[in-house]
């Protein structure tokens, strides 16, 4: 009789986990045409590309190199050393100053200046660390990389706050608010290569283009637009600052506007989503307490619409990143490389000098770089987003 | 007695040297005994419109009349970059074309991978090849240009069409400017368009223009040439960006600049609208735009206008030819030589004069000038750049050729409107793209 008691619920037990193996199994089939698809498209050639940054590879594989295609790109170890370093002293300075904030009053000074001399410290070794990579290191790919940052940063908050204005007004259901829609949209669905060949010249440096004719309506001087490499601060300022300071070239500016003009559509249309989630409730109490429109804003629409905007800033930044074919279109030799993004570095190392090694690496070193700079965005501005 | 020994002798001789000969013979000749019948080609290249419609009769043409049964079908591509790039994902594989328009340094790329036939043994063939007169009639600029000296001297292709770099100036402003023919020497060149940037054209308003000039390696070379230097130095086999020839011509074009007399062009066919438009008194560009020139200029300002070689510091002009020529990917010996018939058809002189009028290059024989002279009398402007042809030059066959001339423009840029330290701004040129040959010819398939 015990036997009996016994063997029964083993033998549940083999039936269960035999089920369970099953439903497993099924599951996995499920899945295995989705996980094929990713890894034959997604993950095969990231490996491979990964596989191919260690070769001397022109055309046809060449000889093992190691990681000398990555020293090539970034220079020497001892120069991405002390840049790594200071990296790790921005973190660690953040941390700090985080930490300091939520200390009492007697620690939060001390904490705040550490915080502070972490952070002139962190400077210091970047500018070190950076100038002995470019002096060792191929100056054309460490040069895209603040291209693509400024490119970033030109054309992300500024879409993400014209789109936001737009939303919210597109919001209130005026009249021929879906034309607007529809229009704002368009250049989104639009032909990069078309839409990018009219801006190339609308941003002509001829006096008699449309930036330049509106220029003169303001009276003022005709511009190079497009093919303008001097920073935008010395062109609007007389300010000659070095290297990186004197930010964005003018061609840059007019290729960010394209960017922005480009894709505040589609930011509308996801933000439009957004503001149709934040419940009417909230609003209707909003009026009941006496909240103007700037408090309704700031304090419910602002907040509520914070995952719809982290995700935006995610996926713009991650496109700023990769962006191309506008920039392909618009660039010209007379901007010296300054609109040269990290794509398009890596376009000429493929196409151009066919070295597929090297374009490879770059490749590689930009994934991280995205991988990097979304990894900060989701720790820095993810805490920020309220989901309800 | 002794007169047998001579016999005797003689006839050893004989069999000797017949022994020796013929095997000799059969071994020079390693196409003798291929047969290339009924072999069906692919031709991949660039043409559109009223170039393919051209290429097209002349394929059909081919299809039709050769002995053998060869046909060949033709295949527009896409630009030559395109092509260049579907070519790189095929080299090695069954899928390449038969035969394929190529410029020299995407050739010297294919090389790299050991992907194309060296037609040197086809064209000496004695039973499939060109006589030496027939080689003789190629113009020589265009027929040394596929040699590969980087790749022991491989001929990897064979030029079926040409363009050249030419001077496009407006006459009438011209004698309206008080000279009645095109500047020969740089001095009066700066005189003529210094003068022109203060005269408008009577039949233009507006700002005016001396010289335009798009930031593109051709016209760097173009002008390198003019003044006696090279950007390539072949007894090294290196880049010579900071030659004295660059540095004096790229000197001479920046003063041009800094004293008003010339501008860079800021967009695409930017420099086409301002002469078109009497605005600008000289351009440079390909031959290959002579008919578009014409249009513009038609629709335009309508005005007497020809083409000139570059003003000069050499005794005789020196051209910048060009064109892309054609290849072919390395297949079975039958596919091969059939390829190489319709390229030996394709540079015939007959089929090269009515080519260079339907496409509006240049033929690569001097003997089409004979069946051309209708076509001049007709096309004055294409009968002056045929006239030149003889004193032609190239730019290096060598791989990774198009990173260098993106780093020339980047140069250029530097130095016409940043307005650079010329010698500086070269020898850093020079230097970086020596270093990218350098790393091109790393591993090559004949060193391994």
């Given at each position: 009789m015990p036997t009996r008691v016994l063997r029964l619920p083993e033998a549940i037990g083999r039936r269960l986990r035999r089920r369970e193996a099953r439903e497993?199994?099924?599951?996995?089939?499920?899945?295995?045409?989705?996980?094929?698809?990713?890894?034959?498209?997604?993950?095969?050639?990231?490996?491979?590309?990964?596989?191919?940054?260690?070769?001397?590879?022109r055309v046809r594989q060449g000889p093992f190199r190691g990681l000398r295609n990555y020293g090539k790109a970034l220079g020497e170890p001892q120069g991405i050393l002390i840049f790594a370093g200071a990296v790790a002293l921005l973190m660690l300075a953040v941390w700090v100053w985080r930490r300091a904030r939520r200390a009492g009053a007697g620690r939060r000074l001390p904490g705040l200046l550490a915080a502070a001399a972490l952070l002139v410290a962190a400077g210091a070794a970047a500018v070190t660390g950076w100038g002995r990579m470019l002096e060792t290191g191929d100056v054309k790919f460490l040069n895209a990389l603040p291209v693509t940052i400024y490119y970033a940063l030109g054309s992300i908050p500024l879409q993400l706050a014209i789109a936001l204005a737009l939303a919210c007004v597109l919001f209130q259901h005026l009249r021929g608010s879906a034309f607007f829609r529809m229009v704002f949209f368009l250049p989104y669905v639009m032909p990069t290569v078309a839409t990018a060949t009219v801006f190339r010249s609308i941003f002509s440096s001829r006096d008699t283009s449309m930036a330049n004719q509106f220029l003169a309506l303001l009276g003022l001087e005709p511009q190079q637009w497009l093919a303008e490499s001097r920073p935008i601060l010395e062109i609007l300022f007389g300010w000659q600052l070095p290297d990186y300071w004197g930010g964005p070239s003018l061609a840059l500016v007019s290729i960010i506007l394209f960017g922005v003009w480009t894709f505040v559509g589609y930011n509308v249309v996801i933000f439009l989503a957004g503001l149709g989630s934040i419940s009417g409730a909230l609003y209707e109490a909003a009026e009941l307490d006496g909240a103007n429109r700037w408090d309704v804003f700031r304090h419910i629409t602002f907040p509520l619409l914070s995952p719809v905007t982290f995700y935006l800033a995610l996926i713009d930044f991650i496109g700023a990143?990769?962006?191309?074919?506008?920039?392909?279109?618009?660039?010209?030799p007379l901007a010296q490389g300054t609109v040269n993004t990290a794509s398009m570095v890596i376009f000429d190392t493929f196409y151009l000098a066919n070295q597929y090694g090297y374009a490879a690496a770059q490749v590689v070193l930009l994934f991280l770089m995205i991988l990097g700079v979304t990894y900060a965005q989701n720790r820095v501005f993810g805490r920020s987003v309220i989901y309800d | 007695m002794p007169h047998r020994i001579v016999l005797s002798l003689t006839a050893a001789i004989a069999l000797a040297l017949s022994l020796i000969v013929i095997p000799a013979g059969a071994q020079s000749d390693p196409w003798a005994e291929v047969d290339p019948s009924n072999q069906?080609?692919?031709?991949?290249?660039?043409?559109?419109?009223?170039?393919?419609?051209?290429?097209q009769a002349i394929v059909q043409t081919f299809n039709e009349s050769n002995p053998y049964g060869i046909t060949v079908t033709q295949e527009t591509q896409g630009s030559y970059a395109d092509i260049f790039r579907k070519m790189l994902g095929l080299l090695g594989t069954p899928e390449v074309p038969d035969l394929v328009v190529a410029y020299q340094n995407q050739a010297a790329t294919y090389q790299l991978r050991d992907a194309l036939v060296d037609m040197t043994s086809l064209l000496h063939s004695p039973k499939w090849g060109l006589s030496a007169e027939e080689q003789a009639d190629f113009f020589p600029a265009f027929f040394r240009q596929d040699i590969f000296p980087l790749f022991d001297n491989a001929r990897l292709g064979l030029a079926p069409n040409r363009s050249m770099e030419v001077l496009y100036y407006n006459r009438d402003w011209l004698a309206e400017l008080g000279y009645d023919e095109p500047p020969r020497t740089p001095e009066t060149f700066k005189a003529v368009a210094c003068k022109a940037a203060q005269t408008p054209f009577s039949k233009a308003g507006g700002s005016t223009m001396g010289y335009q000039l798009s930031l593109d390696a051709s016209r760097l070379a173009s002008w390198t040439f003019a003044f006696g230097g090279d950007i390539f130095d072949y007894e090294t086999r290196l880049y010579s960006y900071d030659s004295d020839g660059a540095q004096q011509a790229m000197a001479f074009l920046q003063g041009l600049y800094t004293e008003g007399c010339a501008r860079p062009v800021g967009e695409r066919g930017g420099a086409l609208v301002d002469f078109s438009t009497g605005r600008l008194l000289f351009t440079s560009a390909s031959s290959s735009g002579l008919p578009f020139f014409k249009a513009a200029v038609d629709a335009g300002a309508k005005f007497d206008w020809s083409v000139a070689p570059l003003p000069h510091t050499t005794p005789t002009p020196v051209m910048n030819v060009y064109g892309a020529s054609v290849s072919m990917p390395k297949s079975t010996p039958e596919r091969e030589l059939a390829t190489w018939l319709f390229i030996r058809y394709f540079t015939s002189p007959e089929v090269q004069a009515g080519w260079g009028q339907a496409a509006n290059y240049f033929p690569v024989r001097q003997s089409a000038a004979q069946l051309l002279d209708d076509y001049f009398q007709h096309h004055s402007a294409y009968k002056t750049a045929f006239d030149l042809l003889q004193y032609g030059r190239h730019e290096p066959p060598v791989p990774g050729y198009d990173f260098a001339r993106a780093m020339a423009e980047e140069a250029m840029a530097a130095i016409f409107a940043q307005g650079r330290e010329v010698e500086k701004t070269l020898t850093k040129l020079n230097r970086d793209a020596n270093v990218s040959l350098r790393e091109q010819m790393e591993?090559?398939?004949?060193?391994?």
């Amino acid at each position: 009789m015990p036997t009996r008691v016994l063997r029964l619920p083993e033998a549940i037990g083999r039936r269960l986990r035999r089920r369970e193996a099953r439903e497993h199994l099924i599951g996995y089939l499920f899945t295995a045409p989705a996980v094929a698809v990713i890894a034959l498209f997604g993950l095969f050639p990231l490996g491979y590309a990964f596989y191919m940054s260690f070769y001397a590879w022109r055309v046809r594989q060449g000889p093992f190199r190691g990681l000398r295609n990555y020293g090539k790109a970034l220079g020497e170890p001892q120069g991405i050393l002390i840049f790594a370093g200071a990296v790790a002293l921005l973190m660690l300075a953040v941390w700090v100053w985080r930490r300091a904030r939520r200390a009492g009053a007697g620690r939060r000074l001390p904490g705040l200046l550490a915080a502070a001399a972490l952070l002139v410290a962190a400077g210091a070794a970047a500018v070190t660390g950076w100038g002995r990579m470019l002096e060792t290191g191929d100056v054309k790919f460490l040069n895209a990389l603040p291209v693509t940052i400024y490119y970033a940063l030109g054309s992300i908050p500024l879409q993400l706050a014209i789109a936001l204005a737009l939303a919210c007004v597109l919001f209130q259901h005026l009249r021929g608010s879906a034309f607007f829609r529809m229009v704002f949209f368009l250049p989104y669905v639009m032909p990069t290569v078309a839409t990018a060949t009219v801006f190339r010249s609308i941003f002509s440096s001829r006096d008699t283009s449309m930036a330049n004719q509106f220029l003169a309506l303001l009276g003022l001087e005709p511009q190079q637009w497009l093919a303008e490499s001097r920073p935008i601060l010395e062109i609007l300022f007389g300010w000659q600052l070095p290297d990186y300071w004197g930010g964005p070239s003018l061609a840059l500016v007019s290729i960010i506007l394209f960017g922005v003009w480009t894709f505040v559509g589609y930011n509308v249309v996801i933000f439009l989503a957004g503001l149709g989630s934040i419940s009417g409730a909230l609003y209707e109490a909003a009026e009941l307490d006496g909240a103007n429109r700037w408090d309704v804003f700031r304090h419910i629409t602002f907040p509520l619409l914070s995952p719809v905007t982290f995700y935006l800033a995610l996926i713009d930044f991650i496109g700023a990143l990769k962006a191309f074919n506008h920039i392909f279109v618009m660039r010209s030799p007379l901007a010296q490389g300054t609109v040269n993004t990290a794509s398009m570095v890596i376009f000429d190392t493929f196409y151009l000098a066919n070295q597929y090694g090297y374009a490879a690496a770059q490749v590689v070193l930009l994934f991280l770089m995205i991988l990097g700079v979304t990894y900060a965005q989701n720790r820095v501005f993810g805490r920020s987003v309220i989901y309800d | 007695m002794p007169h047998r020994i001579v016999l005797s002798l003689t006839a050893a001789i004989a069999l000797a040297l017949s022994l020796i000969v013929i095997p000799a013979g059969a071994q020079s000749d390693p196409w003798a005994e291929v047969d290339p019948s009924n072999q069906t080609l692919v031709f991949w290249h660039n043409h559109t419109r009223n170039r393919q419609d051209a290429l097209q009769a002349i394929v059909q043409t081919f299809n039709e009349s050769n002995p053998y049964g060869i046909t060949v079908t033709q295949e527009t591509q896409g630009s030559y970059a395109d092509i260049f790039r579907k070519m790189l994902g095929l080299l090695g594989t069954p899928e390449v074309p038969d035969l394929v328009v190529a410029y020299q340094n995407q050739a010297a790329t294919y090389q790299l991978r050991d992907a194309l036939v060296d037609m040197t043994s086809l064209l000496h063939s004695p039973k499939w090849g060109l006589s030496a007169e027939e080689q003789a009639d190629f113009f020589p600029a265009f027929f040394r240009q596929d040699i590969f000296p980087l790749f022991d001297n491989a001929r990897l292709g064979l030029a079926p069409n040409r363009s050249m770099e030419v001077l496009y100036y407006n006459r009438d402003w011209l004698a309206e400017l008080g000279y009645d023919e095109p500047p020969r020497t740089p001095e009066t060149f700066k005189a003529v368009a210094c003068k022109a940037a203060q005269t408008p054209f009577s039949k233009a308003g507006g700002s005016t223009m001396g010289y335009q000039l798009s930031l593109d390696a051709s016209r760097l070379a173009s002008w390198t040439f003019a003044f006696g230097g090279d950007i390539f130095d072949y007894e090294t086999r290196l880049y010579s960006y900071d030659s004295d020839g660059a540095q004096q011509a790229m000197a001479f074009l920046q003063g041009l600049y800094t004293e008003g007399c010339a501008r860079p062009v800021g967009e695409r066919g930017g420099a086409l609208v301002d002469f078109s438009t009497g605005r600008l008194l000289f351009t440079s560009a390909s031959s290959s735009g002579l008919p578009f020139f014409k249009a513009a200029v038609d629709a335009g300002a309508k005005f007497d206008w020809s083409v000139a070689p570059l003003p000069h510091t050499t005794p005789t002009p020196v051209m910048n030819v060009y064109g892309a020529s054609v290849s072919m990917p390395k297949s079975t010996p039958e596919r091969e030589l059939a390829t190489w018939l319709f390229i030996r058809y394709f540079t015939s002189p007959e089929v090269q004069a009515g080519w260079g009028q339907a496409a509006n290059y240049f033929p690569v024989r001097q003997s089409a000038a004979q069946l051309l002279d209708d076509y001049f009398q007709h096309h004055s402007a294409y009968k002056t750049a045929f006239d030149l042809l003889q004193y032609g030059r190239h730019e290096p066959p060598v791989p990774g050729y198009d990173f260098a001339r993106a780093m020339a423009e980047e140069a250029m840029a530097a130095i016409f409107a940043q307005g650079r330290e010329v010698e500086k701004t070269l020898t850093k040129l020079n230097r970086d793209a020596n270093v990218s040959l350098r790393e091109q010819m790393e591993f090559l398939p004949s060193t391994e």
